[in-house]
């Protein structure tokens, strides 16, 4: 959303809608007590830029031109808490407004946009006729977000999740891939023990495992590696990388049949079922804590 758009906007934002125009916030479609100009002025820019880091300069020049004489950090933070508290939000447990420390604030919660804008036909306006006879222009809403035409999660339809615990879980998934591969080319022998009873697919199905381990080991240190350091490029790369990895990890979700006389086939069919999820679990992972991992360094 460009700071230049000027058409009449409604924003919604988890179980919350605000109304640009009127200064309407709306929670569940019920009115929630109005807010104080400047805290709904901050939270119209926030909204506007989310995903983005709004400095305190940019507030100051907005909200407390140069010529106003005002204990400026009061005010802006008097300001932010009366958004928060409209929200329900905190600073210790950020849901919607994000503080980042000498650098200013964020939305960190996903944003929707709708717009009310005329319906042009054939270069006309269309119009309906009022209870008094008047002809005026017919008033709709279109969205700017994406039309969900994907089976797959969206991040509108996922909560925020601290970045912390995407961090931790995420990784700990690239962590137990990276166990299997080393366990399969340790105990290559049995593997390849246990495959000779599968006839002329045998060779086939060994070195197919060979080769997709060989080629997630450098795929998964680097996902590690890209998380620890919080690579700012890691959530549109995991989503380049996402096709290929579906494949490749929806093929190991098999390999705990390799070991069905050893831990029975319910447990088998158990532990694949759960590893046919994992891929799908890494994306709404990077989803849910899309804001935490774009971060960006200031």
Same mark, same amino acid.
């Given at each position: 959303m460009s700071e230049g758009n000027t058409q009449p906007r409604l924003f919604r934002f988890g179980m919350f809608e605000l109304d640009c125009v009127t200064? &309407?916030? @709306?929670?569940? $479609?019920?009115? @929630?007590? /109005?807010i104080r100009d400047q805290a709904l002025q901050i939270l119209i820019m926030l909204l506007e830029k989310s995903e983005d880091v709004v400095s305190r300069d940019e507030l100051r020049e907005r909200l407390w031109p140069s010529d106003t004489f005002v204990d400026f950090d009061h005010g802006l933070n008097t300001a932010i808490n009366l958004a928060r508290s409209a929200l329900g939000d905190s600073a210790a447990n950020p849901k919607f407004i994000q503080t980042l420390p000498r650098r200013g604030y964020r939305f960190i919660a996903p944003v929707q946009i709708v717009n009310r804008e005329n319906v042009v036909a054939g270069g006309e306006e269309k119009l309906y006729k009022t209870s008094d006879g008047a002809e005026r222009p017919t008033e709709v809403l279109t969205t700017e977000a994406t039309v969900r035409s994907s089976i797959l999660s969206d991040h509108r339809d996922l909560p925020v999740v601290r970045k912390e615990s995407v961090r931790i879980l995420f990784s700990l998934i690239q962590l137990l891939y990276l166990i299997f591969y080393i366990i399969l080319l340790v105990r290559l022998s049995f593997a390849e023990a246990v495959?000779?009873?599968?006839? /002329?697919y045998a060779f086939t199905v060994l070195m197919a495992l060979v080769v997709t381990a060989a080629i997630g080991i450098p795929v @998964?240190?680097?996902?590690?590696? =890209?998380?620890a350091f919080r690579y700012q490029g890691l959530n549109e790369k995991f989503k380049k990388l996402f096709p290929f990895l579906?494949?490749?990890? &929806?093929?190991? =979700?098999l390999t705990p049949f390799l070991c069905v006389q050893q831990i029975g086939l319910g447990l088998a069919i158990a532990t694949a079922a759960a590893l046919l999820y994992l891929p799908f679990s890494q994306r709404s992972l990077l989803l849910m $804590? =899309? &804001?935490?991992?774009r971060e960006r360094i200031g």
């Open positions: 200064g &309407e916030l @709306r929670k569940d $479609g019920k009115s @929630r007590p /109005r495959l000779n009873d599968w006839g /002329r @998964r240190l680097y996902l590690l590696m =890209a998380m579906l494949v490749l990890d &929806e093929m190991w =979700a $804590g =899309a &804001e935490g991992i």
